[in-house]
T-cell receptor, first 115, second 119 residues
Framework: GNSVTQMEGPVTLSEEAFLTINCTYT??????LFWYVQYPGEGLQLLLK?????DKGSNKGFEATYRKETTSFHLEKGSVQVSDSAVYFC??????????????FGTGTLLAVQP | NAGVTQTPKFQVLKTGQSMTLQCAQD?????MYWYRQDPGMGLRLIYY???????DKGEVPNGYNVSRLNKREFSLRLESAAPSQTSVYFC??????????????????FGNGTRLTVT
């Protein structure tokens, strides 16, 4: 079936370190891929998305490239800040058709950035 | 701009009690969703509604009912709460696709969640 697998956390980094959070997926058809971020005490917010192979989504210094050959959508940031501390969710959609945008989420990766 | 508003923020129930979680959005979205978030499991879809008057089961619907009261409001009801329903519940909404556009990738807008404990 369709699924998303993320690297387990927590990921603990020092400020200005390089971040990678791995995400791989299994899906039929041509899904769209997303990263959502959840700050403490809040709901999820869309961070970036990519809708077809080789697309690169980017926002707030974060980037992820849709790699169809490796079925991956790894999240990267060159220099993390304390304010980036949050839970990051990889998700896919678009394999179901219909009028709703049902997402399949990964389990989430907690990122803790220390000053 | 309120976005998606959920009430209550916290709730403690005893096994067998019932309650309704409320959700309202002010973005004129057609689609609304209820997810639950559990440690190590990510978010799982309970029910969704593509438009006013329609509802459909998601991945984990057992033990829940929903009502799409109007375009703005989508409530989730637990008729007889069980400890397995201890979780954080999120409501979300999104735009519907224009005709013929499948798949459609509008972002989901989430509320801040309801933390439910069933003892």
């Amino acid at each position: 079936g369709n699924s998303v697998t993320q690297m387990e956390g927590p990921v603990t980094l020092s400020e200005e370190a390089f971040l990678t959070i791995n995400c791989t997926y299994t899906a039929t058809g041509y899904p769209s891929l997303f990263w959502y971020v959840q700050y403490p005490g809040e709901g999820l917010q869309l961070l970036l998305k990519a809708t077809k192979a080789d697309d690169k989504g980017s926002n707030k210094g974060f980037e992820a490239t849709y790699r169809k050959e490796t079925t991956s959508f790894h999240l990267e940031k060159g220099s993390v800040q304390v304010s980036d501390s949050a839970v990051y969710f990889c998700a896919l959609s678009g394999v179901f058709g219909g009028a709703t945008n049902k997402l399949i989420f990964g389990t989430g990766t907690l990122l803790a950035v220390q000053p | 701009n309120a976005g998606v508003t959920q009430t209550p923020k916290f709730q403690v129930l005893k096994t067998g009690q019932s309650m309704t979680l409320q959700c309202a959005q002010d973005m004129n979205h057609n689609s609304m969703y209820w997810y639950r978030q559990d440690p190590g499991m990510g978010l799982r879809l309970i029910y969704y509604s593509a438009s006013e008057g329609t509802t459909d089961k998601g991945e984990v619907p057992n033990g829940y009912n929903v009502s799409r009261l109007n375009k703005r409001e989508f409530s989730l009801r637990l008729e007889s709460a069980a400890p397995s329903q201890t979780s954080v519940y999120f409501c979300a909404s999104s735009e519907n696709p224009p005709p013929g556009v499948i798949p459609y990738n509008s972002p989901l807008h989430f509320g801040n969640g309801t933390r439910l404990t069933v003892t």
